[in-house]
Nanobody
Framework: QVQLVESGGGSVQAGGSMTLSCVAS????????LGWYRQVPGKQRELVAG??????????EYGESVKGRFTSSRSNAKNRVDLHMNSLRPEDSGIYYC????????WGQGTQVTVSS
């Protein structure tokens, strides 16, 4: 049984910053990737920060639209993954989901981010 709970969403003005957090519970190992997706209205689900698990060091690969603006970090001891978002744009508005790959893909209920112009 795996459960992921996102938090930290809300409203922010363009150019602002916001940090999202996700706490995972259940049978999750350091080798299981943790990361973030987002769903922007009218667009397909987009990988925001793709974690690769502990394969010689946890790394994240970022979507082209967020490179240089978003960073993600993971705490294995706390089973938590954070998403630090800077220089936010209105087109970043959407629902953000954290995920884990453990044979199958699991994700949380999401947290909404609204960026006003």
């Amino acid at each position: 049984q795996v459960q992921l709970v996102e938090s930290g969403g809300g409203s922010v003005q363009a150019g602002g910053s916001m940090t999202l957090s996700c706490v995972a519970s259940g049978r999750i190992f350091s080798t299981n990737p943790l990361g973030w997706y987002r769903q922007v209205p009218g667009k397909q689900r987009e990988l925001v920060a793709g974690g690769n698990g502990d394969n010689g060091g946890i790394r994240f690969e970022y979507g082209e639209s967020v490179k240089g603006r978003f960073t993600s970090s993971r705490s294995n001891a706390k089973n938590r993954v954070d998403l630090h978002m800077n220089s936010l744009r209105p087109e970043d508005s959407g629902i953000y989901y954290c995920y884990v790959h453990r044979g199958m893909e699991y994700w949380g209920q999401g947290t909404q981010v609204t960026v006003s112009s």
